[in-house]
């Protein structure tokens, strides 16, 4: 494999993808990567890209979520070299700049998130054979020998989305519950799944899932949630209240981008609750406050801070957490353009496609 | 003193207060206390009552801080007696519910705020000679001899609150600043300055005051703020983003209640940054989560959780909180009407007023 | 049952216990309950008073685990009242001084442990038909009516123990290991066991369990403990730098009383690493803190806290704490002298026993 | 200045320093950094290598304080260049390895500490013209413009370790004492007077100072402590006790190395309060933690990790900490063997001694 061409995703405008041969990337910078993509996923946030809400300009090569084999490395790069095994980050950020330095790595003005368009850096995508990987120090981790593409290809991307769902979106590790603490999760896709994975590691002791598909709640039931709502089918907010002895969830994360379910978490709450919204919610929200300064509420909004990595792996490693339930489809990356429209539709029972190249 | 028949200030409706003659307050349950009102003060939620914002009865007796003197306790009283120099929380609360055992001491569904109608328990007030207070072994505290009662009758209401927007307002202590951290404080009245104070506790480096009124800001500036700002003559966020390398502030307190500062707030604060809500909004405002979410944006409202009274009085006993200098105006109670007109229109150079029954 | 007299384990001395008629007790203070026992359990440290190492009065009724019904309620108690099934802290404590106020119950001047001698306030025990518990609304807490009594037990003692092996000796909730973490328990007894279990709730990856006694390793591995080690087999520490890449445990816990456990605790962890010391070991340690310090070690070492009452009955709720497979004997209390036999010499596969009065 | 030779500070084996020329250090790695010292100073722990206590191979350079002006940088080095004024940490780390990731760079396993002998990397030290600084992007630091050198030289060392003695030793911020605490510091030297700075920033309400040396003692009331105890005067645990109601400090910290401190550290604290030992304790202690757990101590031991430089700058920038009082002299480097004599030996009020190459 290899040569000067790959095959890769490639956005052509007006919400389609095609799968083309394009330039396989080179080594540019001292502390470059090229990584041999091995296992390729769709997330939620490529069919912004699809809807027209994340604008990517056509012939960029889309995708952020990857695991592969380094291929090459820059004369810089010491922690890892070709032939290892590693995940990366859905984004690359400096790691030297002072908000690297406080655990923002997000934020970080050098940085930029894979296949995201001109908002998040212009970066070229991962849905392809090889990917360039700046900062590769920073933005790749080796995988341990005995854990699988598949455990470990969501730690850089919607697991440390559903992570910060309970720890917060502060890069202080704080917890947003204690042990013994009840979540309502809205949203029972693939960041929401996630979020009730690391629920049960924070020591929830009643994980409250609300969706409308009857499957993703049902795979959430397989995966230990307690309580499954429907909200086309009963009220949420009082199925929460009704679980919570009145009092409400101590914590309620939007995790399914609707302006809906936004409102619902507020009231989903308890005295001193907090709500954490994951998904982007395109239009304006009116809010109270005079209503909510009475209950103490923290509102928390954020995107993927990738600094769990480790804890991600000795979990999966430890078998504590297992997101490969999720995993409803495995496709060739080049039928990728079929699998974007099962993925958009939601058709097929899916929940998480994994392209192979 | 004493009999039947004491002075109080007395809600008439219609936003006018009269001080008259009203029954002195008697023990009615067994954890009940009568204290001998020794210094009360007018609070900015008191001009709430007056603008018709907060509804109460008219025939109400107002006021929720004082500080007094036990004058008698019922027979399960076992924390103080009759002599001793307490400080009053603002409110009640039992102390035995979950949600009190929790530290969520505000939500007491048993509790209320003194003076301040029927959203809040219905309570008579405390700007009077003599005061009934319920569940005394909660709600009172002993005075250390060397304190006056000017140091310490902010302890339980508008420290605690400015505490509060310092230290969040979730009861687990955890401060929304680390040592070194910039806070902006929208407000520099007597919630904003007791803010002020709060920050400097827990070790900021950079504290910024916005207040249109320029001699609330001076007595900011001598409080130990780093830079005062005047929204009516710069861009207070353009303002604070100069003072903090473009970063912006790490927290946000709003402490005026205006939805302008609320706004201006979310603009402040640096990526990762918390804004805090202490005044109160009354109109619904209108948020992009959207863009809130690039940003990890935390957004916290509350009112006031009295958890920190020993906290505080240790702090004020070694001279690291000094709030007598917000006290501008000390009054006989029989002036009090003459008082909430000063405090309402802001003149005289007003920021607290004392009351002395 | 019930009258004036009531069946007790009554210590005699010199390490002898016997069941006996012993006077009723009665309510004495308006704060006290009298609760009829329905389970209690023997505990470690009741073998410290058989043991001489607790100093107790011959006559005494010891014991400090049970869970009951009330019968009788003093006049001040309001969250209990005859006929509620209640389980009990080990100990008392008033609630209202300011050592209880910052939630050290233990350290509360006014409290005691039930039936463990002058040292902690000299109370009598609970192993009898009957128990006086004075400050009835901080001590007694309802059970919900779903949990049997053996679910619950161990709340109020051991299991409040063995949590406070993970959550720290200090009131302050902060957790001693962060989610993925590893740690090491010497000791698989029923404090190291309910250890084991607060391990789980708190997010820990690698739980490795220390105990000579095959038979009790055999019950950790049951409940989910990842390495077992007999270290009368192999060399602890070796096994535990072994088990965690060479670089120690982010946690170990001395749940055994020995002092050769406690010097293998501090070879076990890793640069920053945590030690907590909840067996009492007898003879004083040498340790060398030039060296500790170079590793920057915390050493704790703490007794029962009983604050986390709430959570914990959540977390028996959820299923997500099940305490019962440590259950190996249930005897009826008349026995109770064979009972302390076998739980003292360890025979018949025991771990904890229930006494029926 | 410059040229192949430099002066430097050379330890001559049994107890000597003398000031020699040596060979200037060149860059050897790409991610080194040649600094020319402008300012270094002397620790106590330069101290134990002249004591015998730290063993450094004789020919050594020492001393590990200092800031300069970097001279040349590798070609990996990209957060500083020549011309800046940086300031150092006191050792070095690689900043990349799963240990520095964890925040826990003074263990890393690259790294080392300045002229601290081989238990420490048998790096040559900094009290000399020129430093060579390996892994230059971790380990220094630009200097804000306004700033002096004598303002920030202690930040990489002895402010660190006094931080540290209030933080914690483990690497998560979270703070040994809560505002309104009190802390007791065993020693008043450099160590102990960064503790108080420390403890002021984190809102101590009543800060203690022990030592034997009048002149230190009055220095630390100088700088802000509430009381000061000479142990050759009064029994300092009684004093203790005495200053904080009976009850013991939240937090005793031992900055003085002596055995006969720590072991009043322990009898210091109030329950569940907290002993940090910042000094090196050369003897083993015996401790009886049947004692300690009745009273949940929690006992720290650690070395410097410098995790904090920009907190420390921001609150050094903004006055909040002022450490330049503590300088009693500044000597030129020719001058070095007087001042080691004079540090040792504690004549002229010395507290901290300043070296200009």
Chains 1, 2, 3, 4 share one sequence.
Not at 71 to 85: I, L, M, Y
Not at 205 to 220: G, H, Q
Not at 281 to 306: H, M, R, W, Y
Request: charged share 20%; glycine share 10%.
């Amino acid at each position: 494999m290899g040569g000067l061409y790959m095959k890769a995703v490639v956005y052509q405008g007006n919400g389609v993808v095609k799968v083309q041969e394009v330039e396989k990337p080179t080594i540019i910078k001292a502390d470059d990567a090229i990584v041999r993509v091995t296992t390729a996923a769709i997330c939620g946030s490529d069919l912004h890209i699809i809807h027209g809400v994340l604008p990517v300009d056509p012939g960029t090569v889309i995708g952020h979520e990857f695991v592969g084999i380094v291929e090459e490395v820059g004369s810089a790069v010491t922690t890892v070299k070709p032939g290892d095994r590693v995940l990366s980050m859905a984004g690359i950020n400096c790691g030297k700049c002072p908000t690297c330095r406080s655990r923002k790595v997000w934020a970080c003005p050098n940085g930029g998130i894979f296949g995201n368009g001109p908002m998040f850096g212009n970066l070229q995508g991962v849905q392809a054979e090889f990917a360039r990987v700046q900062y590769a120090d920073e933005v790749l981790t080796k995988i341990p020998d005995q854990l699988e593409d598949e455990q470990v290809i969501f730690v850089g991307d919607i697991l440390a989305t559903g992570y910060l769902g309970i720890t917060g979106v502060k890069p202080d590790d704080r917890g947003l519950i204690k042990p013994g603490g009840s979540v309502a999760i809205y949203g029972s896709g693939p960041v929401g799944l996630c979020t009730l994975a690391a629920a049960q590691i924070y020591g929830a002791a009643k994980i409250i899932m609300v969706d409308p598909l009857e499957y993703r709640l049902e795979m959430a039931g397989k995966m230990g949630a307690d309580v499954l709502i429907n909200p086309d089918k009963v009220d949420p907010v009082k199925a929460i209240l009704e679980a919570t002895n009145g009092l409400g969830a101590e914590l309620a994360v939007e995790a399914s981008g609707s302006d809906e379910a936004l409102y619902n978490c507020i009231h989903s709450v308890c005295a001193a609750g907090t709500v954490n919204i994951l998904g982007i919610v395109n239009k304006p929200i009116q809010l109270d406050f005079s209503k909510l300064i009475a209950k103490n509420i923290t509102i928390e909004a954020g995107i993927c801070n990738v600094i769990h990595t480790q804890e991600l792996l000795d979990l999966i490693s430890a078998a504590r957490i297992d997101m490969m339930p999720i995993i409803t489809h495995t496709m060739p990356l080049a039928d990728a353009e079929k699998a974007y429209d099962i993925f958009d539709k939601r058709t097929d029972g899916v929940v998480k496609i994994i392209l192979k190249p």
